[in-house]
């Protein structure tokens, strides 16, 4: 047994284990570490486990079917598997992940996959229009060169109040 992935990954590299086991996976730096050596062999099963966004969808605006919609298209997945989990997942419709291969379903539409970010602005826009949503400043994009020129203000939501904003971090 060893204390910590660092060491458990310096004795398979030195040779004094055979065989190393980690419920966790590694983590990339130690995973690249092992791919450049030609002695080791990496087997990896697919991860049953998920991270997840979650709003109290009983408190207004979040009870309303076309905001969640809206917030799920605008969020990156694929930033957030590449760039902040640094390839570490796959990004998902479901709570059902790719490792239970018996109750996933490959052919789900992810919201917002692969669009740019000016689609999935325009896609939110259109989904929070449909829901009664207006703006004082509407959104601007640029479909063709994948710009948001103009990012709007004054959200209101269909009761007329201003909805305070939270912050969703995209590219």
Request: glycine content about 10%.
């Amino acid at each position: 047994l060893y204390l910590n992935q660092q060491a458990a990954i310096l004795a398979v590299q030195t040779g004094e284990v055979d065989f190393l086991y980690s419920s966790q996976g590694l983590v990339a730096g130690y995973r690249q570490q092992l791919e450049g050596n030609p002695d080791v062999e990496i087997l990896t099963n697919p991860a049953l486990g998920f991270r997840y966004l979650a709003f109290n969808q009983s408190r207004y605006p979040f009870d309303i079917p076309e905001f969640n919609q809206a917030v799920a298209t605008l969020v990156d997945r694929e930033f957030v598997m590449n760039r902040v989990l640094q390839g570490a997942g796959v990004p998902l419709a479901t709570p059902i992940p790719p490792g239970n291969a018996f109750w996933f379903n490959p052919d789900l539409e992810v919201a917002g996959a692969g669009m740019g970010r000016a689609a999935r602005v325009l896609e939110a826009v259109g989904l929070l229009k449909s829901a009664g949503f207006t703006w004082d400043e509407e959104p601007v994009v640029d479909l063709a060169d994948d710009l948001v020129l103009t990012p709007g203000s004054g959200l209101k939501t269909p009761d007329g109040a201003y909805f305070r904003p939270f912050v969703i971090m995209t590219p």
